[in-house]
């Protein structure tokens, strides 16, 4: 019998994953009683329709394993709902799976579809799941900078994610609306990636979580990336319930693509939760279905609260990079004598009793986001006021 000579049984390819800024963030909120703008949940209720067919399934017998591509009706749902609003076709047997959350979806694509050494393409700053899913599936990553631009909005360099497309690139995972920029890619943008995807025969994985918060005085509307021409064929595109109904407990997400993408990535969905959420599966179809009003109250509500933050920490002397979607403003600390983004919103709860997360945490180029914070706008407004009268209490350092 052999003894672990390491003091830390855990694999080394999750080593670099401590505990997430959230919850260092989270618990300090807590300890400190700040206003916390960190986290990314909605403090409201989602629709009343879907809250209420949850409550209905669950008192009539929907309580057991769900089929394993998901029920026939949120499939179905989920399809009619793509082709309402983008105006693309899959088909509900087949085309689409049913997943606990996006997150898995995202999780069970990289390891159905990367080797061990595959090199995965992604804008940094990225969502913080990505970069475990790379590593779990023993796969690389490839980071791609956006850079915050004179105008306020945030830009990668062309030729910099033409250079990272190499031999071993095996898909681009491509988050837009773009957490935690707040950033919506141009239809120019998406047609080089769409065109070096092409050239370089790879996949794409696309992240929509946001599809429904791009904001009317956005510089573009939300394109999907499988509607660009060649693309269908070669994208795997995901979305999920949590952000569009604020129901982030519920973790109902769901992918779509060919037939072939589709069954690759069940086959290994089935060995991490094989299903999840029945008595909530029926009630995500119910809200998928809401009329077009529910969609734009929810943006309106949304793109209002923004305004208010936006307002709030461009008074309390933040440059605010405007985000055009999302539930995330961003935000450069220089001008408050800002220099590290972590030390920073380590000592925000005692300067004026609100919590933030330094985006750096979300770049592999740590000093490309070194003086950039993020902000949660999600929150009801009497909260966003009272972060809002906090902030502005706040002097600058030194
Ligand atoms: C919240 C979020 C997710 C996670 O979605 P779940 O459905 O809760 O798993 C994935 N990607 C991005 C960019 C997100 O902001």
């Known amino acids: 019998m052999t003894t672990p000579t390491d ?38 209720d989602g629709p009343a329709e879907m809250l209420a067919a949850a409550a209905e399934a669950l008192h009539s017998g929907h309580n057991q394993y769900p089929p394993g591509p998901g029920i026939p009706a949120l499939r179905q749902a989920v399809a009619e709902h793509q082709r ?52 779990l599936a023993g796969a690389v990553r490839r980071p791609v900078t956006l850079h915050p631009t004179a105008a306020g909005r945030y830009a990668f360099d062309p030729a910099a994610l033409r250079a990272a497309f190499g031999p071993r690139t095996r898909l ?25 995807c092409q050239e370089h025969d790879v ?13 009317t005085d956005a510089a573009t509307a939300h394109v999907p990336l499988a509607t660009l021409p060649g693309m269908w064929e070669r994208t795997l595109r995901i979305s999920s319930a949590g952000k569009t109904f604020s129901c982030t407990g519920w973790k109902i997400g769901w992918a779509s693509g060919p037939a072939a993408l589709v ?35 929810f ?7 923004r305004d208010q933050l936006s307002a709030g920490l461009t008074a309390a002397g933040f440059d605010v990079l405007n985000p055009e979607g999302t539930y995330f403003v961003t935000a450069d600390i220089t001008r408050l004598g800002g220099r590290d983004g972590v030390e920073f919103c380590r000592s925000l709860p005692e300067r004026c009793g609100v919590v933030a ?4 945490v979300f770049y592999d180029d740590v000093t ?19 972060a809002v009268a906090r902030l502005s209490t706040m002097r600058p350092v030194g």
């Not at 996006?102 to 579809?113: D, G, P, R, Y």
């Not at 943006?299 to 609260?305: C, E, H, I, P, V």
């Not at 490309?368 to 009272?386: I, M, N, S, T």
């Open 263 to 297: 069954s690759a990535v069940t086959r290994v969905k089935q060995f991490l939760t094989f299903v999840n959420g029945a008595p909530l599966q029926p009630a995500v179809a119910v809200a998928l279905a809401l009329p077009d009003d529910y969609y734009n109250g």
């Open 357 to 360: 997360v330094p985006t750096q």
């Open 368 to 386: 490309a986001g070194q003086r950039l914070v993020r902000f949660a706008f999600c929150k009801r407004p009497e909260v966003l006021d009272d």
């Open 7 to 44: 003091t830390d049984p855990l694999v080394h390819r999750m080593r670099p994953f401590g505990t997430t800024i959230f919850a260092e963030m989270s618990a300090l909120a807590a300890r400190t009683g700040a206003v916390n703008l960190g986290q990314g949940f909605p403090d409201t």
């Open 84 to 135: 309402r609003f983008w105006g693309l076709d899959y088909d509900p047997n087949g085309e689409v799976l049913v997943t606990a959350g996006a997150t898995e979806a995202i999780a069970a694509a990289i390891l159905a579809l990367c080797e061990p050494g595959d090199e995965v393409i992604c804008f940094e700053p990225y969502y913080d799941s990505y970069a475990a899913s790379i590593a």
């Open 299 to 305: 943006r309106a509500g949304l793109q209002a609260r």
């Open 203 to 215: 996949y794409a994985v696309t992240d929509e979580v946001y599809e429904h918060l791009v904001f």
């Open 172 to 196: 681009v995972l491509l988050n837009s609306p773009h957490n935690p920029t707040g950033k919506v890619f141009t239809r120019d943008e998406l047609t080089l990636i769409a065109e070096l």
